[in-house]
């Protein structure tokens, strides 16, 4: 009887593997240590195997890969409803191989290692970005203790900091402290700089990259993100799919055919959703084809600015989602 799936339950040091012939009986049940994954694998005929998408899931897929298996990855929701009872390896590897057999499920494209070293470069820049708030945030709190109030933003703290070095009324100490926080905080934009310059070089070599940054609000950050997260935009049926994935869309507790339309769903990346809009903000801002497309002005007119971002947010994702279907950039519509 040979193995035709296997559902293969992902560790860091213990796996779980369940097999399958082509009837659905199970035939393979066994617990396999990190080191033996690839001699085992290497040992089977070419078969369908499934992995939930978490953490060394792109690794594994791309090893199995080279072994000659045929390698999907599951969104742990997905994989979820099919445990039967109670939660262990087994019966986590058991529903995967029941999961990844269904007409219907969809699946995760897997990374290449080019992908997932530019996003190494991502997280690392939003992890220092996120410091560098915490230090601001830390410097105004403790000055206005001392009744120095400065402006929100990265430039203001600077006027801020001078502020205080001006002012014989701080206590040494306090000083020496901010001191410590602004030679930090001048380290991380240097570190901040590096990464967004190794970012634009990337960036320059990415013709999808390119493609993506010719629509409004998204720049070589946002681009670069989308061309390393989204492998395969094939994947997705339709824009509003791909917008729905990110987290774009309203949430729906539709009945007895009525719509009910709620909040975004936030699910998806979150990452590339907040750039998103980050970049929706800064277009109803600073953009002058903004100011002029009815279609803003009119949501402008009855809703709040970042509910009108998120809006926008979604529409540029739909954009985005065509951009990299078709291979071309985006072309502003006059009447638009």
């Known amino acids: 009887m040979q193995i035709r799936t296997i559902g ?9 593997v369940h097999g399958v ?16 994954v690839l001699a085992y694998f290497g040992k089977l005929p070419p078969c369908l195997v499934g992995m939930e998408a978490c953490a060394t899931a792109h ?42 057999s269904r007409p219907s499920m969809r699946f995760v494209p897997i990374k290449s290692e080019e992908q997932q070293s530019l996003l190494v470069i991502h997280r690392a820049r939003d992890l220092l970005v996120r410091q560098r708030t915490q230090l601001i945030n830390a410097i105004r709190g403790h000055l206005a203790e001392f009744g120095l109030i400065g402006a929100q933003g990265v430039p203001n703290v600077r006027r ?7 002012n014989v009324e701080i206590p040494g100490d306090v000083c020496d402290v901010i001191e410590l926080f602004a030679e930090q905080l001048g380290a991380l934009e240097q570190r901040i700089d590096l990464l967004e310059a190794r970012i634009a070089a990337c960036h320059k070599t990415s013709a999808m990259s ?59 990346d979150q990452y590339i959703r907040r750039l998103l809009i980050i970049g929706a903000q800064t277009v109803l801002l ?23 971002a998120v809006a926008l947010a979604n529409k540029m994702a739909r954009i985005a989602w065509a951009v990299m279907t078709k291979g071309e950039p985006y072309r502003q519509i006059a009447s638009a």
């Not at 012939?21 to 033996?36: N, S």
């Not at 262990?88 to 191989?97: E, T």
């Not at 801020?160 to 001006?166: S, T, V």
Request: with cysteine; charged share 30%.
């Open 210 to 268: 390119q493609r993506l940054a010719t629509i409004p609000g998204i720049g070589p950050v946002i681009a670069t993100a989308i061309a390393a997260t989204v492998a395969d935009p094939s994947a997705f049926r339709s824009g509003r799919e791909f917008a729905a994935w990110l987290g774009l869309t309203p949430t729906q507790r539709s009945t007895g055919g009525k719509q009910r339309l709620g909040r975004i769903s936030r699910k998806g």
């Open 59 to 100: 690794f594994w897929a791309r090893e199995l890969r080279r072994l000659g298996h045929d390698v999907r990855l599951l969104p742990p929701q997905y994989v979820k409803p099919y445990v039967r009872r109670g939660k262990n390896d087994a019966a986590d590897a058991a529903a995967i191989c029941e999961a990844v």
């Open 21 to 36: 012939d082509a009837l659905g009986d199970g035939i393979e049940k066994r617990r396999l240590r990190r080191g033996q």
């Open 286 to 308: 600073r953009s002058k084809a903004a100011k002029a497309n009815p279609w803003i002005q009119n949501l402008l007119a009855r809703c709040a600015r970042l509910k009108v």
């Open 8 to 16: 293969l339950d992902l560790a860091k040091h213990v796996f779980q």
């Open 160 to 166: 801020l900091l001078d502020d205080m070095r001006g």
